[in-house]
C-alpha cells in the first residue's frame, strides 16, 4: 500500500465539544477517506450523535476543527448529506416520496425559489440511485421502514453530497432490510463518498464496515475492521465491561 | 329564510353590515385554512389556542383607547409570540409549559384591562363569542390587505415551512434558519387569527384554523389538496353559518363552528380512503388496490 498525504475528505482533528457546560466530546480525532464506510460505535450517551451534529457545523466545537476537503463545516454551505433517525422525521405528513427527496434542496435553492427541472432530475437520479423510483408518487407515510429509510438516505444524495453520515439507520429494521440497505451503504461509499454511520449493530458493523471507530467521549480507537475486533482492551474501554463480558465474547466468535 | 332571501337581505343597502360581515368571515377563513393546515400537521393546536387568547390584550388596549383592534391584537399576540420562542429554547423547560405560562398571564391581563373600559361585560362579551354587527369599513381594508399578506408569505416560503415542519434537525443541517421560520409562523398565526376575531370571536376562532385543515387531512393524502381543500371547506362553511345565523337569530361565530363541526363529522364517517364507512366496506369486502384520495368528496359535492 502506498502512502499518500492527501488531505481526507472528512477530518475531525482534536474536537472538544461543550453542551450545556458538561464536556460530552474531548480532543475526538477521526477521518473518513473517500470510498470508505467507516462505522461509529460507542454506547448510548458516548456522544455519537453530538459528533456527527458538529461534523455537520450545527455545534461549534470548544476546541479543534471540523473539515470537509480542507474546509471548515458550516451548514447548509459544505456538501454532507444527513440521514437522520427514522423517529426524528414526521411521517404522517401528506406529503409524496419525491417531495421529500426535494426537500434536501431547500437550502441550496434559496429563499422564494423553486425547484426547476434540473433539480427534479436531481431527486429523479437520487431515488434511483436507492431504487425508489416507482414509488417517487407514494405518500409516505405509506412506506415501510426500510423504504422510509432509502427515502431519508435519497433525501441526503439529492445534494450529491461527498460526504454522508447515517445516524443508527438500521434500528427497527429485520434483516432483509438492514441486508439490503448495508449493501446501497457500502456502495455509495465505494463509489467514491466518506460514509460515516453510527449502529448498534456490532456484529454486522464489523463485517460491512471498511473501518471501525470506537467512541466514548473521544476516539478510544480506530482501525480496519478485523484489527479493531481483536482489540479487547479498546472495547473494554468503551463499553465499560469486563473481559468476560458476552459482548466481547461474541466479537471473538467471528 | 330562503337562501335567495339571504342574497336580497345581503344586498339591502339598510343592512350594509351584512355583507360586510360575510366578506370579513369568508377571508378569515381562507386565512385561517391555509395557516391552519400548517398548525394540523405540525401538532401546533395548542399554539393556535394560545395565540387566540395571546390577542387579548392588545385588543382590549386598542378598544379602550379607541386604537385600531387588527393593529393593537397583532402586536400583543407577535409580542407573546416572540416570548414563547424565545423561552421555549430554554432545554429545562418543555415548550406546552412556556406557552401555558404566557397564554394565561396575556389572557388576564387582557380581562383586566378591559374592565376599565366603560360598558366591560357587553364588550368583553363581544371580543369572547364575536359580533357580525359594528366591523367598520376601514377593518375590510384592513383583514383583506392582511389577508393577502398572510397567503402571499405562506406561498413564498412554503417549501421552507414544508421542510421544517418534516424534520427540523435536517433542515438545520441544510443552513434553514428554523427559529426565524417558526417566528413568522407564528406571526402568520397571530395575524389570521386577529383578523378573524370580529366575527368569529376570540374563543372559537381556534376551530376556524384547526377544523377545516383537520377535515382536509381526512380527505386527502397531498398536501397541494389538503392546502386548497381547508379554505375551501373554511369559506363555505362561514357563508352556510352566516346564512344560519341571519335566519334564525343565532350567534354567528356558534353557528359557523358547528357548522365547521358537522363538515368535519361528514368528513370522518365518508372519506374515501380513511373514512369510517370506506373503512368497513374494504374490511367486509375484498382489499382494495391503494388509490389515491380523491380531493372531492361526498360531503363537497353534496354541498355545491
Same mark, same amino acid.
Given at each position: 500500500?502506498?502512502?499518500?498525504?492527501?488531505?481526507?475528505?472528512?477530518?475531525?482533528?482534536?474536537?472538544?465539544?461543550?453542551?450545556?457546560?458538561?464536556?460530552?466530546?474531548?480532543?475526538?480525532?477521526?477521518?473518513?477517506?473517500?470510498?470508505?464506510?467507516?462505522?461509529?460505535?460507542?454506547?448510548?450517551?458516548?456522544?455519537?450523535?453530538?459528533?456527527?451534529?458538529?461534523?455537520?457545523?450545527?455545534?461549534?466545537?470548544?476546541?479543534?476543527?471540523?473539515?470537509?476537503?480542507?474546509?471548515?463545516?458550516?451548514?447548509?454551505?459544505?456538501?454532507?448529506?444527513?440521514?437522520?433517525?427514522?423517529?426524528?422525521?414526521?411521517?404522517?405528513?401528506?406529503?409524496?416520496?419525491?417531495?421529500?427527496?426535494?426537500?434536501?434542496?431547500?437550502?441550496?435553492?434559496?429563499?422564494?425559489?423553486?425547484?426547476?427541472?434540473?433539480?427534479?432530475?436531481?431527486?429523479?437520479?437520487?431515488?434511483?440511485?436507492?431504487?425508489?423510483?416507482?414509488?417517487?408518487?407514494?405518500?409516505?407515510?405509506?412506506?415501510?421502514?426500510?423504504?422510509?429509510?432509502?427515502?431519508?438516505?435519497?433525501?441526503?444524495?439529492?445534494?450529491?453530497?461527498?460526504?454522508?453520515?447515517?445516524?443508527?439507520?438500521?434500528?427497527?429494521?429485520?434483516?432483509?432490510?438492514?441486508?439490503?440497505?448495508?449493501?446501497?451503504?457500502?456502495?455509495?461509499?465505494?463509489?467514491?463518498?466518506?460514509?460515516?454511520?453510527?449502529?448498534?449493530?456490532?456484529?454486522?458493523?464489523?463485517?460491512?464496515?471498511?473501518?471501525?471507530?470506537?467512541?466514548?467521549?473521544?476516539?478510544?480507537?480506530?482501525?480496519?475492521?478485523?484489527?479493531?475486533?481483536?482489540?479487547?482492551?479498546?472495547?473494554?474501554?468503551?463499553?465499560?465491561?469486563?473481559?468476560?463480558?458476552?459482548?466481547?465474547?461474541?466479537?471473538?466468535?467471528? | 329564510?330562503?337562501?335567495?332571501?339571504?342574497?336580497?337581505?345581503?344586498?339591502?343597502?339598510?343592512?350594509?353590515?351584512?355583507?360586510?360581515?360575510?366578506?370579513?368571515?369568508?377571508?378569515?377563513?381562507?386565512?385561517?385554512?391555509?395557516?391552519?393546515?400548517?398548525?394540523?400537521?405540525?401538532?401546533?393546536?395548542?399554539?393556535?389556542?394560545?395565540?387566540?387568547?395571546?390577542?387579548?390584550?392588545?385588543?382590549?388596549?386598542?378598544?379602550? &383607547?379607541?386604537?385600531? =383592534? $387588527?393593529?393593537?391584537?397583532?402586536?400583543?399576540?407577535?409580542? #407573546?409570540?416572540?416570548? !414563547?420562542? %424565545?423561552? /421555549?429554547?430554554?432545554?429545562?423547560?418543555?415548550?406546552?409549559?412556556?406557552?401555558?405560562?404566557?397564554?394565561?398571564?396575556?389572557?388576564?391581563?387582557?380581562?383586566?384591562?378591559?374592565?376599565?373600559?366603560?360598558?366591560?361585560?357587553?364588550?368583553?362579551?363581544?371580543?369572547?363569542?364575536?359580533?357580525?354587527?359594528?366591523?367598520?369599513?376601514?377593518?375590510?381594508?384592513?383583514?383583506?390587505?392582511?389577508?393577502?399578506?398572510?397567503?402571499?408569505?405562506?406561498?413564498?416560503?412554503?417549501?421552507?415551512?414544508?421542510?421544517?415542519?418534516?424534520?427540523?434537525?435536517?433542515?438545520?443541517?441544510?443552513?434553514?434558519?428554523?427559529?426565524?421560520?417558526?417566528? &413568522?409562523?407564528?406571526? =402568520? $398565526?397571530?395575524?389570521?387569527?386577529?383578523?378573524?376575531?370580529? #366575527?368569529?370571536?376570540? !374563543?372559537? %376562532?381556534? /376551530?376556524?384554523?384547526?377544523?377545516?385543515?383537520?377535515?382536509?387531512?381526512?380527505?386527502?393524502?397531498?398536501?397541494?389538496?389538503?392546502?386548497?381543500?381547508?379554505?375551501?371547506?373554511?369559506?363555505?362553511?362561514?357563508?352556510?353559518?352566516?346564512?344560519?345565523?341571519?335566519?334564525?337569530?343565532?350567534?354567528?361565530?356558534?353557528?359557523?363552528?358547528?357548522?365547521?363541526?358537522?363538515?368535519?363529522?361528514?368528513?370522518?364517517?365518508?372519506?374515501?380512503?380513511?373514512?369510517?364507512?370506506?373503512?368497513?366496506?374494504?374490511?367486509?369486502?375484498?382489499?382494495?388496490?391503494?388509490?389515491?384520495?380523491?380531493?372531492?368528496?361526498?360531503?363537497?359535492?353534496?354541498?355545491?
Amino acid at each position: 500500500m502506498t502512502i499518500t498525504v492527501e488531505t481526507p475528505l472528512l477530518n475531525v482533528a482534536d474536537v472538544s465539544v461543550e453542551l450545556s457546560g458538561r464536556l460530552v466530546l474531548e480532543h475526538a480525532n477521526l477521518r473518513v477517506d473517500r470510498g470508505e464506510l467507516v462505522g461509529l460505535i460507542g454506547p448510548n450517551g458516548a456522544g455519537k450523535t453530538t459528533l456527527l451534529r458538529t461534523i455537520l457545523g450545527l455545534l461549534r466545537p470548544a476546541g479543534g476543527r471540523v473539515q470537509v476537503s480542507g474546509k471548515d463545516s458550516r451548514p447548509g454551505r459544505t456538501p454532507i448529506g444527513y440521514v437522520p433517525q427514522r423517529h426524528e422525521f414526521a411521517w404522517d405528513f401528506p406529503i409524496s416520496v419525491s417531495n421529500v427527496v426535494m426537500t434536501g434542496l431547500t437550502g441550496r435553492l434559496g429563499l422564494f425559489k423553486r425547484p426547476n427541472e434540473a433539480d427534479w432530475h436531481a431527486v429523479a437520479d437520487a431515488l434511483e440511485r436507492v431504487r425508489m423510483s416507482d414509488l417517487a408518487d407514494r405518500p409516505v407515510g405509506q412506506l415501510s421502514g426500510g423504504q422510509r429509510q432509502r427515502v431519508l438516505v435519497a433525501r441526503a444524495l439529492a445534494l450529491q453530497p461527498s460526504v454522508l453520515l447515517l445516524d443508527e439507520p438500521f434500528t427497527g429494521l429485520d434483516m432483509p432490510a438492514q441486508e439490503l440497505l448495508t449493501e446501497l451503504f457500502t456502495d455509495l461509499a465505494h463509489e467514491g463518498r466518506a460514509v460515516l454511520m453510527t449502529t448498534h449493530d456490532l456484529a454486522s458493523a464489523l463485517f460491512t464496515c471498511d473501518r471501525i471507530a470506537l467512541l466514548n467521549r473521544t476516539v478510544i480507537a480506530s482501525g480496519p475492521s478485523s484489527e479493531i475486533a481483536a482489540d479487547t482492551a479498546a472495547w473494554m474501554a468503551t463499553f465499560g465491561v469486563g473481559a468476560e463480558s458476552t459482548m466481547l465474547r461474541i466479537l471473538k466468535v467471528r | 329564510m330562503s337562501l335567495f332571501e339571504f342574497f336580497a337581505d345581503l344586498l339591502n343597502p339598510s343592512l350594509s353590515f351584512l355583507p360586510k360581515a360575510l366578506a370579513v368571515a369568508v377571508m378569515s377563513s381562507i386565512v385561517c385554512g391555509v395557516v391552519g393546515c400548517y398548525m394540523v400537521l405540525r401538532g401546533m393546536a395548542f399554539i393556535g389556542d394560545t395565540v387566540a387568547h395571546a390577542v387579548f390584550p392588545g385588543l382590549a388596549v386598542a378598544f379602550v &383607547v379607541g386604537g385600531n =383592534l $387588527v393593529l393593537g391584537g397583532t402586536i400583543a399576540g407577535i409580542i #407573546t409570540a416572540i416570548l !414563547i420562542a %424565545v423561552f /421555549a429554547q430554554n432545554r429545562r423547560l418543555k415548550e406546552d409549559t412556556v406557552i401555558g405560562v404566557f397564554f394565561v398571564a396575556a389572557f388576564a391581563l387582557g380581562i383586566v384591562i378591559i374592565s376599565q373600559a366603560p360598558g366591560y361585560a357587553g364588550s368583553l362579551q363581544q371580543f369572547l363569542f364575536g359580533s357580525i354587527t359594528g366591523i367598520p369599513d376601514s377593518d375590510l381594508y384592513v383583514v383583506g390587505i392582511t389577508g393577502m399578506l398572510v397567503l402571499a408569505t405562506i406561498f413564498l416560503l412554503h417549501k421552507e415551512f414544508v421542510s421544517i415542519s418534516l424534520d427540523r434537525e435536517s433542515a438545520r443541517a441544510l443552513g434553514i434558519n428554523v427559529f426565524v421560520l417558526d417566528l &413568522v409562523l407564528y406571526v =402568520l $398565526v397571530t395575524l389570521a387569527v386577529v383578523i378573524s376575531v370580529q #366575527t368569529i370571536g376570540n !374563543i372559537l %376562532v381556534l /376551530a376556524l384554523l384547526i377544523t377545516p385543515a383537520a377535515t382536509a387531512r381526512l380527505l386527502t393524502d397531498r398536501l397541494g389538496a389538503m392546502m386548497f381543500l381547508a379554505p375551501v371547506i373554511g369559506a363555505v362553511s362561514a357563508l352556510l353559518g352566516l346564512y344560519l345565523s341571519w335566519s334564525f337569530d343565532l350567534p354567528t361565530g356558534g353557528i359557523i363552528v358547528l357548522t365547521l363541526t358537522v363538515a368535519f363529522l361528514l368528513a370522518w364517517f365518508f372519506a374515501p380512503r380513511q373514512g369510517l364507512i370506506a373503512k368497513a366496506r374494504r374490511s367486509t369486502g375484498t382489499e382494495q388496490p391503494a388509490v389515491q384520495a380523491s380531493p372531492t368528496s361526498p360531503m363537497l359535492e353534496a354541498r355545491q
